[in-house]
């Protein structure tokens, strides 16, 4: 009886253990993430999140490469922006953020 509780309490740390481990492997280092709004063609909601505080450079590219928005952010280590591509026109978009040594980018169609 006693062996087979010492085993249920084995087990129960191990995946105690593999559960704490995996969770901290979730969500590490910096991310982002585009959703089109709903009911507005050409609103993406870009969500910035795990950064470094301090400066953050948010850019956009036209499929060209050509950089269409910029902004540099302080003292930031999240955020949230709203990007209108309407008068950019018709094309795949790539959105990049870097913070300090880290670059994440995500890639977004706007399209008609």
């Given at each position: 009886?006693?062996t087979?509780?010492?085993?249920?309490?084995l087990?129960f740390?191990?995946?105690?253990?593999?559960?704490?481990?995996?969770?901290?492997?979730?969500?590490?280092?910096?991310?982002?993430?585009?959703?089109?709004?709903?009911n507005?063609?050409?609103?993406?909601k870009?969500?910035?999140?795990?950064?470094?505080?301090?400066?953050?450079?948010?850019?956009?590219?036209?499929?060209?490469?050509?950089?269409?928005?910029?902004?540099?952010?302080?003292?930031?280590?999240?955020f949230?922006?709203?990007v209108?591509?309407?008068?950019?026109?018709?094309?795949?978009?790539?959105?990049?953020v870097?913070?300090?040594?880290?670059?994440?980018?995500?890639v977004?169609?706007?399209?008609?």
């Amino acid at each position: 009886m006693k062996t087979k509780m010492n085993l249920k309490s084995l087990f129960f740390t191990l995946l105690m253990a593999v559960a704490v481990m995996a969770s901290a492997q979730v969500g590490t280092g910096p991310g982002i993430a585009a959703k089109n709004v709903n009911n507005r063609p050409g609103v993406f909601k870009v969500t910035f999140y795990g950064g470094e505080t301090g400066k953050v450079t948010f850019s956009v590219y036209n499929s060209q490469g050509k950089a269409v928005f910029q902004e540099t952010l302080r003292d930031s280590k999240e955020f949230i922006r709203l990007v209108n591509f309407k008068d950019s026109g018709v094309d795949t978009y790539t959105i990049e953020v870097k913070d300090g040594d880290n670059k994440v980018e995500t890639v977004v169609e706007y399209s008609l």
